[in-house]
């Protein structure tokens, strides 16, 4: 019924490029937040698992002489602009349906509004439920970016959340008919 399972998202070189980089364990934590906000509010759980798990997938590294450097990339961040771009060509790549992709783009571009000068924007369901996992994950001064998770157990969990997803399109596929 899906094209692309969120486990083709995952283990794609991109993707393990960016999130080994951003943190596979807090994406992993994200995605499965958003699946259960997205069943709670009716929300295409595939949809926002994918969002979620892409998330922060435009993350630069700020260091300066070594350290992290808060301060540097509070001010020049654009990892959500980053990060919407490079979720659509990968989704893209990965044979997407371009409706989803686009959806999944956009709820990665609007999941922080740190970046924006006016942040007022209404945001769909989506892309709250994507803002609101990604802040119940969050740890203070970042720290949420280095938990680390071997990657048999992230497998796992990405492999979980898919028969989770695929049940749950297939009930409300069942309701339809
Ligand atoms: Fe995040």
Known sequence: MRRVKLVDV??????????????????????????????????????AAKAALLHDIGHYEWYTDGEWDFEEYKK??????????????LL??????????????????LHTDSYLPDKTIKKTSLQQI?????????????????RRIPLEEALHHVMQLDKEIDLHLMSEYRKSV
């Open 10 to 47: 995952f283990t794609h070189p991109i993707s393990q490029k960016y999130l080994n980089r951003s943190g596979v364990a807090h994406a992993i934590k994200v995605a499965q937040y958003a699946v259960q906000l997205a069943v709670k509010h009716e929300v295409n759980p595939d949809i």
């Open 76 to 89: 020049n961040d654009i990892h959500a602009i980053k990060g919407a771009e490079r979720a659509h060509r």
């Open 92 to 109: 893209i790549r990965l044979g997407e349906d371009r409706q989803n992709a686009k959806e999944i783009a956009l709820a990665v571009l």
């Open 130 to 146: 994507i803002s609101s996992a990604d802040e119940m994950d969050e740890e203070p001064f970042g720290k949420h970016h280095y």
